[in-house]
């Protein structure tokens, strides 16, 4: 897809993600109910209503594109917008401030575009994969390598209680080494975070795509390694997503590695 194709989806992409975040607030001070899905996970009447509306207005643009939706679900299969209309929805329902609309586009089964938009804030960060991430228009500083220690700061995630429960001792193990870890409950603008430097690195079980795919982009156009092993033959399955800054990646990647040897 030409550069110019995408900057022009990722214009529309950064003009509905802010109209989509005023619908979220508008939903959360009207008051909704929420219930609880068959994954445990919560949803509210506003991530149905901002998917729907990011859905329609999408594909009146740009009708050929595919679309998947965390609640409306879809197909990946060509140019695809992968969408989390609210990440972070217990945060959302439970009115803690630390939610954001992602709108990720993937061309070739890559990331080609993300935007994550955190209303509360206004601070959207945004940008195509070739290029480094913006946050409000600035452009963000390149990553910086980072050792895995006291000087590092990590997010992570759900950790799913596997067999010897590696992700616990995987937290357990960063925090043995001096790293700063917290879990704010919205992957994506977490990984948003990482992407513009608020944050070294982040980590999570089973991340969904939706949730991932714009942060992806993010990340792409940074130049922080990551680990995202999607299966898009299969987009609503979960992966163990990682992203660091350069130095603390593969050290991280070492540390889990040695301790599931262990
Ligand atoms: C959330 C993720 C978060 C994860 C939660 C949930 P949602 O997405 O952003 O990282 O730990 O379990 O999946 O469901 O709020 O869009």
Same mark, same amino acid.
């Given at each position: 897809?030409?550069?110019?194709?995408?900057?022009?989806?990722?214009?529309?992409?950064?003009?509905?993600?802010?109209?989509?975040?005023?619908?979220?607030?508008?939903?959360?001070?009207?008051?909704?109910?929420?219930?609880?899905?068959?994954?445990?996970?919560?949803?509210?009447?506003?991530?149905?209503?901002?998917?729907?509306?990011?859905?329609?207005?999408?594909?009146?643009?740009?009708?050929?594109?595919?679309?998947?939706?965390?609640?409306?679900?879809?197909?990946?299969?060509?140019?695809?917008?992968?969408?989390?209309?609210?990440?972070?929805?217990?945060?959302?329902?439970?009115?803690?401030?630390?939610?954001? *609309? /992602?709108?990720?586009? +993937?061309?070739? %089964? $890559?990331?080609? @575009?993300?935007? !994550?938009?955190?209303?509360?804030? =206004?601070?959207?960060?945004?940008?195509?994969?070739?290029?480094?991430?913006?946050?409000?228009?600035?452009?963000?500083?390149?990553?910086?390598?980072?050792?895995?220690?006291?000087?590092?700061?990590?997010?992570?995630?759900?950790?799913?209680?596997?067999?010897?429960?590696?992700?616990?001792?995987?937290?357990?193990?960063?925090?043995?080494?001096? *790293? /700063?870890?917290?879990? +704010?409950?919205? %992957? $994506?603008?977490? @990984?948003?975070? !990482?992407?513009?430097?608020?944050? =070294?690195?982040?980590?999570?079980?089973?991340?969904?795509?939706?949730?991932?795919?714009?942060?992806?982009?993010?990340?792409?156009?940074?130049?922080?390694?990551?680990?995202?092993?999607?299966?898009?033959?299969?987009?609503?399955?979960?992966?163990?997503?990682?992203?660091?800054?350069?130095?603390?990646?593969?050290?991280?990647?070492?540390?889990?590695?040695?301790?599931?040897?262990?």
């Amino acid at each position: 897809m030409k550069k110019e194709e995408l900057s022009e989806r990722l214009a529309l992409a950064e003009r509905l993600a802010r109209e989509a975040g005023a619908l979220a607030i508008d939903y959360q001070q009207r008051g909704f109910e929420v219930e609880l899905k068959s994954d445990a996970s919560l949803v509210t009447v506003a991530d149905g209503a901002v998917e729907t509306f990011l859905k329609e207005r999408l594909a009146d643009a740009f009708p050929a594109d595919r679309f998947f939706g965390e609640e409306t679900g879809g197909g990946v299969d060509g140019p695809s917008w992968i969408i989390d209309p609210i990440d972070g929805t217990s945060n959302y329902a439970r009115r803690r401030p630390f939610w954001c *609309v /992602s709108i990720g586009f +993937f061309v070739d %089964g $890559a990331p080609a @575009l993300g935007v !994550v938009y955190d209303p509360l804030r =206004d601070e959207m960060f945004h940008g195509l994969a070739s290029a480094p991430p913006l946050l409000n228009g600035t452009v963000c500083a390149p990553l910086e390598p980072v050792e895995l220690g006291p000087r590092a700061s990590m997010g992570f995630g759900s950790m799913e209680t596997e067999p010897g429960r590696p992700g616990l001792r995987l937290v357990g193990a960063l925090l043995d080494a001096g *790293v /700063s870890m917290r879990n +704010f409950g919205a %992957g $994506a603008l977490m @990984l948003a975070y !990482v992407a513009s430097g608020r944050f =070294d690195g982040y980590f999570e079980n089973g991340l969904k795509l939706w949730d991932a795919a714009a942060a992806l982009a993010l990340l792409k156009g940074a130049g922080a390694p990551y680990a995202a092993p999607f299966d898009l033959s299969e987009p609503g399955r979960g992966a163990p997503v990682t992203a660091a800054a350069p130095q603390l990646f593969e050290a991280f990647v070492a540390l889990k590695r040695d301790l599931a040897a262990s």
